[in-house]
């Protein structure tokens, strides 16, 4: 895997040149169990796990007003819930105000959907939740949760009992906990996949998800599990991808250590191989590892990459075999990844001879009533089953031949496209100002009317690139791994004043096919965009990039070569 210079400049974080305090890096493992920060403190005063039952029979009776401080900014993240930010406040505020300055007295839920897989009963719970208690909003996110607004206090334990009566949760939705667990969105379907690592992520979420002895991280953990590269394996602290060994045969190689956000990381292979029936207890084993030897000193650095890049692979293989799995982990081959990505946008053919069709709303925006319709057009044609990608995505899945091209009309007038243009299949696009008190800017409105502009400016040129939007430096809609990323700030205006713009990364990718190349974007000195003029931007960008490219070079291929003001 390769990285651009800026890349590794951003990577350097040497722990020699930081003075230790008392206490240490707070890793439990070596005794600093005292708590060294607020959030360490608020985890040790009680389990996140515990506000259920002062959500249920206090704060939804008494109010918004009632809720302890402690368990509105810290421990309901445990149960998927955050204060949503209060209409009007500007990006340039963000940084400023004080939390209760910037919360509503409403709440963003997380459903979590590990492996992106619910059936029609699921989606209309959801549904239904959404326009009865959420003023019918919807978002599909890029880690297959579907994320719903607008929810008041009063009616969460309701919403808790709708959802889980069809086997759905919210929580460890967020949290300093295990998060939803990735899963390829057409596993036990896919005609390349050969095995379905649906019961691997069934088993660590069954046994390990509201467990305490898990539910005290140094920060959130983040999880993909499937054989099929079609998921962002190298940004998360953990990921089994499908490999071959010459010996015992199908299984999974190990990575860990990936994570994005302001200090941006890729995975690194421990080069194990590991069978199915073995994920549950190494997955443990590795957050075991985090657990009592992670960061909890500093934020910024309690996530497991920093461990994993202060450790090395070797070492962290050997403490997890000699500590925590009491026995060494097979040596294994590299996953074969495909000649091309894995495309789930279309119409495909399932395994069992079946099709599944793939449809992409605006940058994951939805709605109750839009999902609600989709589980109507599914099972009006046969089908009973949808799945949610990792790049904001829905599935229909079961439909017979015959039935296909209807069922794409009728969800193309519901605003779903299984044949979009490139920028509807490609643009992602986080939450934004309009609800995330940590953003600086709009994303999901500028998503939309960016894929609307060029679908019109760019119609007559065959380009494939994808638009990562974020609202902020967090990096939630994945921003250095877009071919064009965009990082959300404030930039000096035409007159002095500033106004919401965005920092551009070009060229960043995951190796996810045999093509690809694993990096984050080029950061070109000073290139930057204002809201107002991201289409005309894009619009010169791709131009330039068709007018340039050599045959069959991609748009990160040609970003490496291109000099700066090709790329301004």
Known sequence: MTMTADTAAVRVTPTAIRPKRAGGEGQWALGHREPLNPNERMKKDDDGLNARLRIEYSYSQRGFASIDPSDLRGRFRWLGLYTQRKPGIDGGRTAILEPHELEDQYFMMRVRIDGGQLDLSQLRAIAHVSTKYGRDTADLTDRQNVQLHWVRIEDVPAIWREIEAVGLSTTEACGDVPRVVLGSPVAGIAADEVIDATPAIKAITDRYIGDAAYANLPRKFKTSIGWLPD??????????????????GPGFDLWVGGGLSTNPMLAKRLGTWVPMDEIPDVWAG???????????????????????????????????????????????????????????????????????????????????????????????????????????????????????????????????????????????????????????????????????????????????????????????????????????????????????????????GLAL?????????????????????????????ARRYAAARLDGESFAEWVVRADEEALR
């Open 231 to 248: 998921l962002p394996y190298e940004i998360n602290d953990i990921s089994f991808v499908g490999a071959v060994h010459p010996e015992f």
């Open 286 to 508: 590795v957050i075991g590892i985090f657990r009592d030897y992670g960061y909890r000193r500093l934020r910024h650095r309690a996530r497991l990459k920093f461990l994993v890049a202060d450790w090395g692979i070797e070492r962290f293989r050997e403490v997890l075999e000699t500590e925590y799995l009491h026995r060494k982990l097979v040596d294994g081959p590299a996953p074969e990844l495909p000649a091309r990505p894995v495309d789930h946008i279309g119409v495909h053919r399932q395994n069992d001879g079946r099709f599944y069709v793939g449809v992409a709303a605006l940058a994951g925006r939805v709605s109750g009533t839009i999902l609600a319709q989709v589980a109507d057009i599914a099972e009006a044609h046969g089908g009973w089953r949808v799945r949610l990608t990792a790049q904001q995505k829905l599935i229909v899945l079961d439909i017979e031949e015959d039935r296909v091209e209807s069922l794409i009309a009728a969800l193309d007038e519901i605003g779903l496209s299984a044949r979009p243009s490139t920028w509807r299949r490609g643009t992602m696009a986080c939450t934004g100002i309009e609800f995330c008190k940590l953003a600086i800017v709009e994303t999901k409105a500028a998503a939309a009317s960016l894929i609307r502009t060029l679908e019109t400016t760019l119609a007559d040129i065959d380009v494939d690139i994808t638009v990562n939007i974020n609202g902020c430096p967090n990096a939630c809609a994945r921003t250095q791994t877009g071919d064009i990323g965009l990082k959300g700030q404030l930039i000096a205006g035409p007159d002095g004043e500033m106004i919401p713009g965005y920092q551009v990364h070009l060229g960043g």
């Open 513 to 541: 096919s045999q093509a690809d190349r694993s990096g984050f974007g080029r950061k070109v000195r000073g290139l930057k965009t204002s809201a107002e003029q991201l289409p005309e931007y894009v619009t010169r960008l």
